[in-house]
């Protein structure tokens, strides 16, 4: 069974600060998927990473995955308070590894809040 | 606006009933999926359909189902209603066969859902 862990799980920080949130999985996979979703709202999609090393980022945000180590990072950079939110990462396993039967799996999420 | 639509966005039950929600998918997507989302139980996959044919079954109890119609919108029907199934309720679609492609997946605002 697919395990998807995320640390911290609640991360209060200053603005202008930078933080890092991680996310560990049990089993192999390259299919790593970062959402954000406000208090009530739907999830919004950030980013989709595909192969080890793959590395994306979007403004102050940066997604790293490494496969090997079953991680994913969410970096935030010099944060402001518009990314207050909650932040899931979810992962499936490759097709060709015998994924897409069980949809994704979800971490807990990080409840993230940005103080000024 | 991620381009999924789900009704009702609210809906009170009681215990013992049957409600069906609805989802629409983006243009152009053909897979649909539902994700289950309560604080105990976070973000759990349901179910997903593919082009009108159930592709992925997940945490699905027996008196949930779902289908997906030929205009491929989709629907949850989920009946002899607990108190425990107050959650809100994701649809998401994309345009891959499955979640293990690694194709973006969009979420749906959701249909919360209370029962009392």
Redesign the interface.
């Known amino acids: 069974e697919l395990k998807v862990e995320q640390n911290p799980l609640f991360l209060s920080m200053q603005e202008g600060k930078n933080y890092t949130i991680y996310c560990n999985y049990s089993t192999t996979s390259d299919?790593l998927?970062w959402?954000r979703q406000d208090p009530?709202?739907?999830?919004?999609?950030l980013f989709?990473l595909?192969s080890n090393g793959a590395v994306k980022q979007e403004g102050r945000l940066m997604a790293s995955l490494d496969t090997k180590a079953r991680l994913s990072t969410l970096h935030i950079t010099a944060a402001v308070h518009d990314l207050s939110a909650t932040y899931?990462c979810?992962v499936?396993?490759?097709?060709y590894s015998g994924?897409?039967?069980?949809?994704?799996?979800?971490?807990?999420?990080t409840h993230l809040i940005i103080q000024p | 606006d991620s381009g999924v639509t789900q009704t009702p966005k609210h809906l009170i039950t009681a215990t013992g009933q049957r409600v069906t929600l609805r989802c629409s998918p983006r243009s152009g997507d053909l897979s649909v999926y539902w994700y289950q989302q309560s604080l105990d139980q976070g973000l759990q996959f349901l179910i997903q359909y593919y082009n009108g044919e159930e592709r992925a079954k997940g945490n699905i109890l027996e008196r949930f189902s779902a289908q997906q119609f030929p205009d491929l919108h989709s629907e949850l029907n989920l009946s002899s209603l607990e108190l425990g199934d107050s959650a809100l309720y994701f649809c998401a679609s994309s345009v891959a066969p499955s979640s293990a492609w690694g194709n973006t997946i969009y979420f749906g605002e959701g249909s919360w859902l209370t029962v009392v």
Request: glycine share 22%; aromatic share 14%.
């Open positions: 299919r998927y959402y009530g709202k739907s999830l919004e999609s989709v595909l899931f979810a499936d396993i490759n097709l994924g897409g039967a069980d949809g994704l799996t979800f971490g807990k999420g």
